[in-house]
């Protein structure tokens, strides 16, 4: 039976492989570990195989699991829905936030990051699929939201973040992420010094990175089939 830290291992050759397949050096690229759903244990033993960030979609699922890993020095970066009410745990307790979509949220974050903390690091995600069903900022708006989100205390803006809809087809996944890329470029272009590229999930990500990924997030390749009955919103 495949261990996770065979699997973190797995994933860091096919991440060299396919970096080195689009001309990119695999150390421009960093991985997440999604480890939303999964005990401290399995966080505790990635982490024990080299993995020092983790991202997780669930505050009231990841807060006694931070607690339980804090003799760790993991960075952690949330990465699911943010409602109004749970800004604050975020604000107090991840390095990054890669689904801000909405410039209330932004400014909650920032009025909320506590003084003696480091700068919040943050992603806007954009819907580049335009799906009902997913979170993110539509295309065209997202000029105006990231030049607000830049001017924020207590924020430094990174990048993009997207979760296209989900295919099969490697032309497909290119031309979502290549679609993001464009954005992130523009955006570049208009004087915002950006340098994160977050995109690429565990059935996706050599597209991504052929499309300029700088963070790819993977869950099931490296801890295995999640159970979505444990997850808390």
């Known amino acids: 039976m495949a261990t996770i830290a065979s699997n973190l291992q797995a994933v860091r050759a096919a991440i060299l492989e396919s970096a080195v397949s689009a001309g ?8 997440l570990a999604v480890s939303k759903t ?13 993995q020092r960030r983790f991202a997780e979609s669930y505050v009231q699922e990841v807060l006694p699991k931070m607690e339980a890993l ?32 909405r410039l209330k949220i932004a400014e909650r974050l920032s009025e909320q990051r506590p003084a003696g903390m480091p700068p919040l690091q943050i992603c806007l995600q954009v ?22 989100v830049a001017r924020l205390p207590s924020l430094v803006l990174r990048g993009l973040m997207a979760i296209p809809a989900q295919s099969g087809e490697a032309m ?12 992130y470029e523009r955006l ?7 340098d994160t590229l977050s995109m690429g999930m565990s059935d996706d990500y050599p597209s991504a990175i052929a499309e300029g990924a700088t963070m790819v997030r993977i869950g099931s390749a490296i801890f295995g089939k999640r159970n979505y009955q444990e997850g808390k919103a």
């Open 172 to 183: 497909a996944q290119r031309a979502a992420f290549a679609e993001l890329r464009r954005l």
């Open 127 to 148: 819907n580049i699929s335009g799906e009902d069903s997913k979170s993110g900022v539509a295309p065209e708006e997202i000029f105006r939201l990231a030049q607000e």
């Open 24 to 31: 990119r050096k695999a150390d421009d690229i960093a991985l």
């Open 38 to 50: 999964f005990p401290a244990d399995a966080v505790r033993e990635a982490f024990a195989a080299g």
């Open 188 to 194: 570049n272009g208009q004087g915002l010094a950006l």
């Open 70 to 101: 804090k003799d760790l020095g993991i960075e952690w970066h949330f990465i699911g829905p943010i409602q109004g009410n749970k800004t604050r745990p975020i604000a107090e307790n991840f390095a990054w936030v890669h689904s801000v979509d």
